[in-house]
């Protein structure tokens, strides 16, 4: 079972960064991709990037291309979103999810979500 675990959300002004975190624990066997979404409030989950667990292939929606930076990181399995020049409609509540592949079968896994604000 993998546990996720997110940090790093909060309250920023517009044109101001965030770092969000995302950090794998428990008995891991092996990852495949990472994803962050995003729920603003009232609105349906979007997501906003996803990456290969060894860093290939990083895709972003175009509302945060530019923006926003996709990475991970293998010791300790992370998956990281770097938020520059963050606007009002960047507010959402972001969580990170996880594919494993475990005994050939695709497991996927959640985090708790991480609320962002951006408000001046």
């Known amino acids: 079972q993998v546990q996720l675990v997110e940090s790093g959300g909060g309250l920023v002004q517009p044109g101001g960064s965030l770092r969000l975190s995302c950090t794998a624990s428990?008995?891991?066997?092996?990852?495949?991709?990472w994803r962050w979404y995003r729920r603003a409030p009232g609105k349906q989950r979007d997501l906003v990037a996803t990456?290969?667990?060894?860093?290939?292939?990083?895709y972003l929606v175009n509302s945060v291309k530019g923006r926003f930076t996709i990475s991970t990181d293998n010791a300790p399995n992370a998956v990281y979103l770097q938020m520059n020049s963050l606007r009002p409609e960047d507010t959402a509540d972001y969580s990170c999810?996880?594919?494993?592949?475990?005994?050939?079968?695709?497991?996927?896994?959640w985090g708790q979500g991480t609320q962002v604000i951006v408000s001046s």
């Open positions: 428990g008995t891991i066997s092996r990852l495949k991709e």
């Open positions: 990456v290969t667990s060894g860093g290939d292939h990083p």
């Open positions: 999810y996880v594919t494993e592949l475990r005994d050939g079968v695709l497991r996927e896994y």
